[in-house]
């Protein structure tokens, strides 16, 4: 198998160069085979007539003369006319290739690839090559990633050698009945048109084909993880009482929107088996999360078990303690609430009820993960803006019960190809409706010559007891040395224009003690205007904000913008979100502020968002999870994706997968890929 074959193999790749292809991570043929182009040049010869700017061209040219070189400093310009199919007569440049001057003879036939001046018919074929006519060309070159040492032309060469020597031993991965059922073409099919190419239509069939393979390996292993855990992780169904269920339902102050109603039994179909659930709710600013959680926690506690519901930050912990007791508490269960706050004495109770079996649910921030902290029966376990928490500190919770369920949720809209990608090995519930006669947040793009005219109308809402959020990128000036809003700068500068109302600070370098402060200060209508950076992301609920300023909004990406507009909007009053950006003029950043001032959907917006940043963006570059792929595009394959997650969700629950021959070579792939990268 070429996953052990050395390139060294090769013909052509002595020590040096096997140096070279190590830096790019190749080492074996099939990794050296699977090193794909990043892009192809295209030299088809095309007529030039007509042409009036510079443009880059391959042309069939004749040398006229004799090429002459001439040097600056240690730079040389090989120059020689030619004359090209049309009759023109033109000057053919070559910077630093002055050793072509012996081969640019008069009469010799060439193609040359380069950019054609024509106001100065002159064609610059500078770092391009050129070909000698009688030699063999082709109408796409590929490039590829090269390091120093080793060119693109010459690591395509060795490419091609390789494929000469081991193409006829390309073992397929993909099932059979998967290759016929979508008509794709073979494995090595497929790497010699990406590697050889011939017309967009075999290259095009080719990335089909291996997009296809990459994106359905991937999520075989995923689901492969995910039947294992289950297969490892069975526990007692629980006996909910389903006939209470309606007590919760009957208890709320507005009937449950259609997406509620669907995530609900979503949810009650994983609490109902003999898995434990691992499911990840994502919903829009505004559209019942927690209500969706607090259902949950009901349903779990009718049958007895123990409820645990973790939140990143002290306010926001207690903002999910205050709506557990009022919508739970009612209904008989005993509800805690547990942070690094909590006083000794009370929190020696707290424990001691939790152990002892007498609560029911706990509600807590990080204090729930440490040690003295014990669980009667815990049954589930809810984890609130579950990306601000680590995998091992979510599991770490998890652990104080055996076949603990786990419900996670997002306040992030994550467009679905995504989801797919980087939560392949999860249940993904999504709530796309909000509840109605919510209102829509007015958003403006404002230019900042225009904040006199927002700051005067903001007062007047501010003088009927109303309060604002101002949201600035940095905390300090002397963090970039681009000119951009500060946070610490703007309220000296609001501090003045909004005279006669308390306005603050709040960033993410203050203790948590200052910021929990800050923020119930502000949720309790001390503070009039709060400036702060993204820190307000996500979390504190007060109905009583209605404004949003944002300063160079073109800073934030659409997905963030759209959450920091989320926390206006949730009272009776009417909202305006203001998007101050003097780069609003021009190209993307005029287009991505502009879809947000025309959309309240999340999801929308999350999907352009992701369109116009990438997926490494939009999740931003610390977020692991992520996984690389050399060929397929997840924004641009979507339906790939999907068809690649479905055949793999077919395929795992098959026993036949785990035990006949013809899927021993992907069970080798995937063993592979789950240890490791090959080698």
Known sequence: MMDHIPVSTIPGIGQAKQLCLAQLGLTTVWELLHHFPIRYEDRRIRPIDGLTEPTPVTVRAVVEGTAAVRWQGRRSVLRVSVRVDNGQLLTAVWFNQHYLREKLTDGRILLI???????????????????????????????????????????????????????????????????????????????????????????????????????????????????????????????????????????????????????????????????????????????????????????????GEQ?????????????????????????????????????????????????????????????????DVLFANLGLVVVDEQHRFGVTQRELLRDKGNGVHMLMMSATPIPRTLALAVYGDLDVSVLDELPAGRKPIQTYVVKSKDEGKVVRRVRQQLAVGQQAYVVAPLIEESETGQDLSSATELLAHLTEEFAGFTVALLHGRMANAEKDRVMREFAVGSIHVLVSTTVIEVGINVPNATVMMVYNAERFGLAQLHQLRGRVGRGTHESSCYLFSDAAGSGIARERLQTLAESQDGFLIAERDLELRGPGEFLGVRQSGLPEFSVGDIVRDLKVMEVARDEAVTLVSNPDFWLLPKYGRLREVLKAEMSGPRS
């Open 113 to 303: 690839s380069g950019k054609l001046d024509p106001g100065k018919r002159t064609l610059v074929a500078s770092h391009t090559e050129f070909r000698i006519s009688h030699e063999p060309s082709a109408d796409f070159i590929p490039v590829y990633r090269v390091v120093k040492g080793i060119r693109s032309a010459e690591l395509s060469r060795l490419i091609v050698k390789a494929l000469d020597m081991y193409g006829g031993q390309i073992e397929e991965v993909l099932p059979r009945e998967l290759v016929s059922k979508y008509r794709l073409c073979s494995h090595a099919h497929a790497l010699d048109a990406m590697h050889r190419p011939g017309d967009s239509a075999s290259r095009h069939q080719a990335h089909r084909r291996l997009a296809f393979e990459e994106f359905f390996v991937f999520q075989v292993q995923l689901q492969a993880f995910r039947a294992l855990q289950k297969r490892a992780a069975e526990r007692p169904v629980l006996q909910i009482e389903q006939a209470a269920l309606s007590t919760f339902r009957n208890s709320l102050p507005y009937p449950l929107t259609g997406a509620q109603e669907r995530v609900a039994r979503e949810i009650l179909a994983d609490l109902l088996t003999s898995h434990p659930m691992v499911r990840l709710l994502q919903g829009d600013v505004g559209a019942g999360k927690t209500w969706m959680a607090l259902w949950a926690a009901f349903a779990v506690s009718t049958a």
């Open 307 to 371: 409820i645990a519901l973790m939140a990143p930050t002290e306010i926001l912990a207690e903002q999910h303690y205050e709506e557990a007791c009022r919508r739970l508490e009612p209904l008989g269960l005993q509800v805690e609430f547990l942070t690094g706050g909590t006083p000794a004495k009370e929190r020696s109770r707290i424990v001691t009820a939790l152990g002892n079996g007498e609560t029911d649910l706990v509600v807590g921030t990080h204090a729930l993960l440490t040690e």
